[in-house]
């Protein structure tokens, strides 16, 4: 399988709206895709085409060598995973019943329930009613349920928004395994630094438009100036071009003991947002 | 269909509805009418439309309200859509949930009978009008909570499902006159149809009551590919 997502020129219009005006790119079996936009740029609306949710007004879509017409089978639906702003629990039962149902219901072994609670650092809610845990907890035990039946591929719309720091940082580290073991993961998210951290290439919605695709890294490259910034002890900034003959300035500073640090000038992920879109991510 | 599937939705919704004191509260309004109406006249057995009041009232609070309640809860809270993108298929869902309202239901009418009198529904006739007419409360249920997007609002719609298919029996007392026309079409209502079944050895009222029983199913299909997608 060359691609785990392949999609060619989609189209998706409400009424006289087009919320995706032609968009295609292809992931990777195995690599953290990112898909960032600001609200209603039409990222929600791509992950509902590519999980079956709604379907296309033009355009190819394929999923794990899928043709979106076969999206309802339960063989396509036990392959893929899926988090996003329509998930949600049972709030009389517990934790726990919840997830049975879901191991149940994809033909899991309920071992894995208490696996991925811990996963999500949650072991110790394991019997307590839904509608007691709080906002980020629920969203752990979701991101449970997405993930329960082991699925090649997830689908996760903002898996983190609603989680205080320490458990987004556990819960990237369980994706970043989840994808040491072979998971593909088609991620969106507002969050820069989520991004750059986790996903493998990223791609800027706007517009119901990509308007840049890559790397987090070679994009960061791509939209630098490449120049130094030279911090002194003096509290001074130099600006030096990252020129052949500007090699001897940076080491003479450097001999001088004058340099505090030197800083690349590689923009964040929001910074070329806002620059490539006119937009901030918000 | 998929029996694990269909299992694991009725444990969910089994547990769900017995921690639900709305739901848990219905099976009990007929049991309350059987005992009040089982207090009245002399120990003389209760007239057919009486009985048929109480099958009403049963399928109608119990039956229909229980389903569009528990469709609709998963509608607004967004469950549902969980479900439809599991490998559960959408007759998994129903038939999952149905045991669980058939299970209620069938407590509920059995105690509610045989504290009024169950005879008159211990033959083949009456208990397949009484499947179809069940059939008939569930499809309406289902798609009345398929299309209905939260919980406060089904109660619009429970109350006409009441009064016109479950309380048909009471147009009787509305001194209309036997010609009028809003008793001449209320005669071919499911229940009127199975107080006439007992009247005849046709199996016309039932072929009737299936008519009513399609339309209803036919109804919920429609609520249910509209649901389906957010197309």
Not at chain 1, 56 to 61: I, L, P, R
Not at chain 2, 127 to 140: K, P
Request: net charge negative; hydrophobic share 45%.
């Amino acid at each position: 399988m060359e691609h785990a997502i392949k999609v060619t020129g989609l189209r998706k219009v409400f009424g006289r709206h087009a919320a995706i005006e032609d968009i295609s790119i292809g992931v990777k079996p195995g690599e953290i895709f990112g898909l960032l936009g600001p609200s209603g740029s039409g990222k929600t609306t791509t992950i509902k085409i590519l999980t079956g949710e709604l379907g296309q007004t033009a355009g190819e879509v394929n999923v794990l060598a899928t043709n979106a017409g076969a999206f309802g089978t339960a063989e396509f639906k036990s392959r893929i995973g899926i988090l996003s702003d329509n998930s949600s629990l049972y709030e009389r039962l517990t934790v726990y019943d919840n997830l049975k149902l879901f191991c149940k219901l994809y033909d899991a072994p309920l071992a894995q329930i208490d696996v991925m609670l811990d996963e999500v650092n949650l072991k110790d809610a394991r019997n307590k009613v839904v509608s007691k845990l709080s906002k980020g907890m629920k969203q752990r035990v979701l991101l449970a349920k997405a993930l329960i039946h082991q699925p090649e591929l997830v689908f996760l719309d903002e898996p983190t928004s609603a989680l205080d720091p320490g458990n987004a940082a556990h819960i990237h580290r369980g994706l970043q395994k989840l994808n040491d073991a072979g998971t593909t993961i088609f991620i969106t998210t507002h969050d820069m630094e989520e991004a750059t951290e986790l996903c493998d290439r990223v791609a800027f919605l706007n517009n119901g438009k990509i308007q840049e695709l890559g790397s987090p890294h070679a994009l960061r490259y791509k939209y630098s100036t490449h120049a130094f910034h030279v911090e002194t002890f003096q509290d001074e900034w130099l600006v030096i071009e990252n020129e052949k003959e500007n090699a001897d300035k940076i080491g003479d500073l450097i001999k001088s003991g004058k340099v505090k640090a030197i800083h690349s000038d590689n923009p964040t992920l929001g910074q070329i947002f806002l620059k490539v879109t006119g937009k901030e991510l918000v | 269909m998929n029996t694990q599937r269909i299992g694991a939705i009725f444990e969910k919704d089994f547990k769900d509805f017995m921690k639900n004191m709305m739901l848990l509260t219905m099976p009990v309004i007929p049991i309350i009418l059987a005992i009040i109406y089982s207090r009245l006249g002399d120990g003389e057995e209760l007239p057919i439309p009486m009985l048929y009041l109480i099958v009403g009232v049963t399928f109608s609070s119990v039956t229909a309200s229980s389903m569009m309640t528990m469709m609709a809860e998963e509608n607004e809270k967004k469950t549902l859509r969980g479900l439809m993108l599991s490998p559960a298929s959408f007759m998994d869902i129903i038939i999952g949930k149905s045991l669980v309202v058939g299970l209620m239901t069938l407590i509920s009418l059995i105690i509610s009978l045989a504290l009024v009198g169950i005879e008159p529904f211990l033959n083949v006739q009456a208990i397949i009008g009484l499947l179809l007419l069940f059939l008939f409360f569930l499809f309406l249920g289902i798609g009345i909570g398929l299309f209905t997007n939260s919980i406060a609002a089904t109660s619009a719609y429970l109350m006409p499902v009441m009064f016109l298919f479950g309380f048909t029996p009471m147009i009787d007392f509305l001194g209309l006159g036997e010609d009028s026309l809003a008793i001449t079409i209320a005669n071919y209502f499911p229940i009127m149809q199975l107080i006439e079944m007992h009247d005849t050895n046709s199996w016309l009222p039932i072929g009737i009551v299936a008519i009513w029983t399609l339309a209803a199913a036919i109804f919920t299909y429609i609520c249910f590919k509209k649901e389906k997608t957010d197309d």
